[in-house]
Nanobody, 120 residues
Framework: QVQLVESGGGVVQDGESLTLSCRAS????????MGWYRQAPGKQREQVVI???????NYLDSVKCRFIISKDNGMNTAYLQMNDLKPKDTAVYYC??????????????WGQGAQVTVSS
């Protein structure tokens, strides 16, 4: 079983920054990818960014050049630095991790969600 712990959400003003973190623990053999999705009120969940085990990233167009994902492989932790936040970025951000557990089974785990609120 793989558990995720997210942290770093909060309330900021337009143009400010926040950093989210996501740490995976448990029966992990290999992490294939880590990333974040977000869901705003009344909207569908959308993928914000993903980073693969070899460092390849894919960003949602609206966050390119503002958000930066990084990871610490030794700690099974990913970070999402969010700069120049806008009110449209307000949402619950969910960490998502995919990989193989120690039984060589595929896992896909979700974090508990972190509220990010950007006021104008």
């Amino acid at each position: 079983q793989v558990q995720l712990v997210e942290s770093g959400g909060g309330v900021v003003q337009d143009g400010e920054s926040l950093t989210l973190s996501c740490r995976a623990s448990g029966s992990i053999s290999t992490i294939v990818s880590m990333g974040w999705y977000r869901q705003a009120p009344g909207k569908q969940r959308e993928q914000v960014v993903i980073i693969t085990s070899d460092g390849v990233t894919n960003y949602l167009d609206s966050v390119k050049c503002r958000f930066i994902i990084s990871k610490d492989n030794g700690m099974n932790t990913a970070y999402l630095q969010m700069n120049d936040l806008k009110p449209k970025d307000t949402a619950v951000y969910y960490c998502d991790v995919m990989g193989y557990d120690r039984n060589r089974s595929v896992f896909n785990s979700w974090g508990q969600g972190a509220q990010v609120t950007v006021s104008s």
